[in-house]
């Protein structure tokens, strides 16, 4: 089962109504493959999944941070778990600034990935770290090494998902350019 874009506004609706909240469809905090986030009255974010199964990876995360009482690992902060309904594949999380570790819905519980001791894999994973992360990358794996302490192995982290504050124009993909409407200008006083 798979939901739609639709759906997730009317799970997020629903989700908004039974908690007495407001949430700002209009200005959503970013959209992936696992579902989109948007702004809340309170002060959160709201998550609403496409899938169940990356719904469940994603609280049970949040549930395991919850229980051990983590909001960081190494030097990035995770979100609080605020809120969550099955019902609606909706998780409310606290915000945070960089350092920052996000998205739960790609991770593996209390084993590790099939494909976790294939080397060639492996290296391909590290290099690509290396290449998103530079310096920062040990700072990415000692907290991906405290997250599978607890059971977590996550196995997505990228630049949107992991950020440090320092990345360069870290958001120049989401500004609109600058337009010249020059050419458009009204012209009629050159007559």
Not at 71 to 85: A, F, I, Q, S, W
Not at 96 to 119: A, E, S, T
Request: negative net charge; proline residues 6%; hydrophobic residues 35%.
């Amino acid at each position: 089962m798979k939901l739609d874009k639709e759906q997730l506004r009317r799970n997020g609706a629903a989700y908004a109504d039974s908690r007495g909240i407001v949430v700002d469809f209009q200005a959503p905090f970013g959209e992936g493959q696992d579902g989109t986030v948007w702004p809340t009255s309170r002060g959160s974010a709201l998550k609403l999944f496409y899938r169940p199964v990356n719904y469940e990876d994603e609280r049970n995360c949040y549930l395991i941070l919850r229980a051990a009482a983590v909001e960081k690992v190494g030097c990035l902060n995770v979100p609080r778990l605020v809120d969550y309904d099955d019902s609606f594949l909706a998780i409310e999380m606290g915000m945070i600034k960089p350092p920052r570790l996000l998205d739960f819905g790609k991770v593996y519980l209390h084993r590790p990935p099939p494909y976790w001791d294939d080397q060639r894999i492996m290296a391909r994973f590290h290099g690509d770290g290396y290449r998103d992360f530079g310096e920062h990358w040990p700072e990415v794996l000692a907290a991906l090494g405290e997250l599978q302490q607890l059971g977590i192995y996550y196995t997505d982290p990228k630049i949107g998902n992991i950020l440090f504050g320092d990345e360069k124009d870290d958001d120049d993909w989401a500004r609109e350019p600058e337009l010249d409407y020059g050419e458009y200008e009204d012209r009629t006083d050159e007559k």
